[in-house]
């Protein structure tokens, strides 16, 4: 039976998959987020999201009505579903913040951006709206701290939803001959120079990884 270690808590759905398919599932979470309590002095014309951390603290926060009178813009399908399930309007998408990023640049050059980020977000949107002096501000509205734990069962996968879950994991732990299934390219990237084995899931969400795994193991 192989052993499947996954690096935050998945899914009830999620972990009976793996588990119906004979793997043994550890669950670790190896990063914590919080929402932060914030300011906002300016709300440009369009409104960006990165992650679902982030749309759970404007949504605890009395900045909500507001923000919900913009257009938004965001990466990832579950952090759309997110917004629009709580009524938020979503104009632009993409899978990677990247992308979105490419679509920014391509279509509205000329207008400004307010961007609801986490304490560790990596610095590909900003560098991008920069280059191309797009007008925007950020406000940090929810943080991430390392949880890092050593591992002493055997473990055959590891499954990465995040860059910063990889930094945590490799704090007390090395990588062997595990099998590295990770959501999107950004994650698989934190594992380079660390391991040659690794795998990217078709689609950045939880559910293609399980396929990854599902598909690497038939």
């Not at 990237?189 to 396929?211: F, G, Y």
Request: charged share 30%; with cysteine; glycine share 2%.
């Amino acid at each position: 039976m192989k052993t499947i270690l996954s690096t935050k808590k998945l899914e009830k759905a999620t972990k009976k998959r793996l588990s119906d398919a004979g793997f043994n599932v550890i669950e670790k979470p190896f990063i914590k987020t919080n929402s932060i309590d914030f300011q906002v002095k300016t709300i440009n014309e369009f409104v960006i999201f990165t992650s679902k951390n982030s749309v759970k603290s404007v949504l605890k926060h009395k900045v909500e009505s507001q923000v919900k009178e913009k257009k938004i813009f965001c990466v990832g399908q579950k952090t759309k579903k997110f917004l629009e399930k709580n009524h938020f309007k979503v104009q632009e998408t993409a899978d990677y913040a990247s992308d979105l990023g490419s679509i920014i640049v391509e279509k509205y050059k000329n207008n400004s951006f307010t961007f609801f980020s986490g304490n560790i977000r990596r610095n590909t949107l900003p560098d991008l709206l920069n280059e191309n002096n797009i007008k925007w501000n950020e406000v940090v509205v929810y943080e991430t701290t390392l949880n890092p734990k050593k591992v002493t069962s055997k473990i055959d996968g590891i499954l990465f939803f995040s860059p910063s879950a990889v930094d945590s994991y490799l704090t007390k732990n090395k990588l062997e001959n595990q099998t590295c299934f990770c959501i999107g390219t950004t994650t698989a990237k934190a594992l380079e120079h660390k391991t040659e084995n690794i795998k990217i899931a078709s689609q950045p969400t939880v559910e293609n990884v399980i396929e990854e795994v599902l598909k690497y193991y038939k």
